[in-house]
């Protein structure tokens, strides 16, 4: 079992930026890939960035690519979601998840992610 739990969501002006956590407790949560995912009312929940569990490796979707970053700091338990150069579209809940069977490379899949946090919203002002 994995919880996970986000925060530092928030409102901010276009251009802004914010930084997302995702604590992970439990016996699997260090060996997991993670991803966060967005999504809006009457929308499909979408795939915005996932990093591997051992090496790290990193994985962006076309359109935030250059604006957001993803980390983990594994002493911590913890992944980052930083985003930067925020718009208005970014508008969105943003989820954590986590993929405790390490699918390589990295999936983009919703359904394949075992478990995921209670989500934060982000709200980018025009």
């Known amino acids: 079992q994995v919880q996970l739990v986000e925060s530092g969501g928030g409102l901010v002006q276009a251009g802004g930026s914010l930084r997302l956590s995702c604590a992970a407790s439990?016996?699997?949560?260090?060996?997991?890939?993670m991803g966060w995912f967005r999504q809006v009312p009457g929308k499909e929940r979408e795939f915005v960035a996932g990093?591997?569990?051992?090496?790290?490796?990193?994985y962006y979707a076309d359109f935030v690519k250059g604006r957001f970053t993803i980390s983990r700091d594994n002493a911590k338990n913890t992944v980052y979601l930083q985003m930067n150069s925020l718009k208005p579209e970014d508008t969105a809940v943003y989820y954590c998840?986590?993929?405790?069977?390490?699918?390589?490379?990295?999936?983009?899949?919703?359904?394949?992610?075992?478990?995921w946090g209670q989500g934060t919203q982000v709200t980018v002002s025009s």
């Open positions: 998840a986590a993929d405790p069977t390490r699918r390589y490379p990295l999936s983009y899949n919703p359904s394949e992610y075992d478990y």
């Open positions: 990093i591997s569990w051992r090496r790290g490796a990193t």
């Open positions: 439990g016996t699997t949560s260090s060996s997991s890939s």
